[in-house]
């Protein structure tokens, strides 16, 4: 869908559901202070009412297409899940080889295709801009989770609400993101989203070849938030209030060598958090594959348990903010 351009002179919470009513969500680019303490006001309900109720029926009638072209476990069962705790239902295709997609079908066909059938659709793809190109197709709205290196909006969305919830604020905080920083989308997200907020430190801790690229420490910086890089986490680790963690991106590596050298370059267990804050917390957009021991797991700062479930109440605010229904 094009993007409604957003009424400035509105005030904060009026008319918001006209905002976002048939809007795409590609980029976390589009969203401002008041847009995302709306989206957590929404989420905020929504937890209240899967909680009360589990299930109701705001999206009642309502098909979401859920297109994933790359694996998923929690964004594509999560919003599924949303979707039906709504009372609308979901065509999934999860595994796109037994879809036309394997007889050569374009993903500009395949969209005009699945919007036919759907309200909304959720795209996952390797592709950085896909979803934008999926957008220009369709004229229903689409929702971004995750295109290749580029960004994953809806995770970085969670992740912010996550930290709302845990920690009970957004500004003078000092996040620490940790491990692939270069293919990682949700930290590229991330980074970006937490500009809308003040007094925000960011610490960057990755292996030389895994940096945060420019183009996001460049937007970062006209935003005049702090940034610093690092190859270890001794330095910013006790100054942290939101240890970040994330995966070394295996599947996005040109040289299986490169893998090789920086897999397991970091390891976050019980004995390194000793030296972290009482009150801080760690998140991770998961699957981990070691980066945090399981030992940590019982620790009341393992907050990524905790974020795969905020992921459903956003997604639930999401889909109803663009549906009209929020
Ligand atoms: N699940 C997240 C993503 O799809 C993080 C990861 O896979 O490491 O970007
Ligand atoms: N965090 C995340 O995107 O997880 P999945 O890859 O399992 O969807």
Redesign the pocket.
């Known amino acids: 869908m094009p993007t409604p351009t957003l009424n400035p002179h509105l005030p904060f919470g009026e008319n918001k559901q006209a905002d976002w009513y048939g809007k795409d969500i590609l980029s976390v680019k589009q969203f401002s202070r008041a847009d995302l303490e709306y989206v957590f006001g929404v989420a905020h309900e929504m937890r209240g009412m899967v909680e009360r109720i589990g299930t109701f029926d705001l999206l009642k009638g309502k098909i979401l297409a859920n297109l994933f072209y790359?694996?998923?476990?929690?964004?594509?069962?999560?919003f599924i899940a949303a979707m039906e705790r709504l009372g609308g239902s979901v065509i999934s295709i999860n595994e796109v080889k037994y879809s036309s997609v394997s007889k050569g079908e374009s993903l500009p066909d395949t969209i005009r295709t699945l919007e036919c059938y759907a309200d909304v659709i959720v795209l996952?793809h390797p592709e950085t801009g896909s979803a934008a190109i999926a957008a220009k197709a369709a004229k229903k709205p689409v929702l971004n989770?995750?295109d290749g290196v580029g960004e994953?909006p809806t995770?970085a969305l969670l992740d912010t609400f996550t930290i709302m919830e845990e920690l009970g604020r957004l500004d003078n905080i000092t996040v620490t993101m940790l491990g692939d920083l270069k293919y990682g989308r949700?930290v590229h997200s991330l980074a970006r989203l937490l500009t809308n907020f003040t007094n925000v430190k960011l610490n960057y801790v990755s292996p030389d070849i895994l940096k945060m690229p420019k183009e996001v420490m460049d937007e970062v910086g006209e935003k005049n938030v702090p940034q610093t890089e690092h190859s270890s986490l001794d330095k910013v680790l006790a100054e942290t209030d939101v240890l970040y963690v994330t995966r070394v991106q295996k599947e996005r590596f040109e040289d299986p060598a490169d893998y090789e050298k920086v897999k397991g370059a970091y390891v976050i267990d019980p004995e390194i958090m000793k030296h972290a804050k009482k009150d801080m917390i760690v998140m991770h957009?998961?699957?981990r594959v070691g980066e945090i021991s399981t030992d940590f797991d019982d620790d009341p700062r393992a907050a990524y348990f905790r974020q795969?479930e905020y992921?459903l109440y956003v997604r639930m605010a999401l889909l109803a903010m663009v549906l009209g229904k929020a």
């Open positions: 790359e694996p998923s476990t929690r964004t594509s069962s999560s996952r989770a995750g994953h995770q949700t957009p998961l699957p795969m992921g």
